[in-house]
């Protein structure tokens, strides 16, 4: 059965340096073009940073420069590696596949991960 799993948020002041894990298992994870994504408090969730199977990225404009995604298909994870943290990076984060294709089902319903909560402040 379908499960990710996200480990690795907490809390960091201004500038400091988290790195988050995702670790998916029932899928073809090789096959799969994988995601992060954040949700803040009363906004709506937004993706953060993508890599698809042949390992080639993108980043929203906000991260660019400070996150970097990368995957180890090993062991079916994908990380998140975000270096000068600010306020505006509070969220929770979760790992699913890119859309399109569109992110993963289970029993015929989106599902979505628990997610790690990450808070910048000082």
């Known amino acids: 059965q379908l499960q990710l799993v996200e480990s690795g948020g907490g809390n960091v002041q201004p500038g400091g340096s988290l790195t988050l894990s995702c670790e998916a298992s029932?899928?073809?994870?090789?096959?799969?073009?994988m995601a992060w994504y954040r949700q803040a408090p009363g906004k709506q969730r937004e993706l953060v940073a993508a890599?698809?199977?042949?390992?080639?990225?993108n980043y929203a404009d906000s991260v660019k420069g400070r996150f970097t995604i990368s995957r180890d298909n090993d062991k079916n994870m994908i990380y998140l590696q975000m270096t000068n943290l600010k306020p505006e990076d509070t969220a929770v984060y979760y790992c699913?596949?890119?859309?399109?294709?569109?992110?993963?089902?289970?029993?015929?319903?989106?599902?979505w991960g628990q997610g790690t909560q990450v808070t910048v402040s000082s």
């Open positions: 890599i698809d199977s042949w390992r080639s990225t």
């Open positions: 029932g899928i073809v994870f090789s096959l799969a073009d």
């Open positions: 699913n596949r890119q859309t399109p294709p569109g992110i993963f089902t289970r029993n015929g319903r989106p599902y």
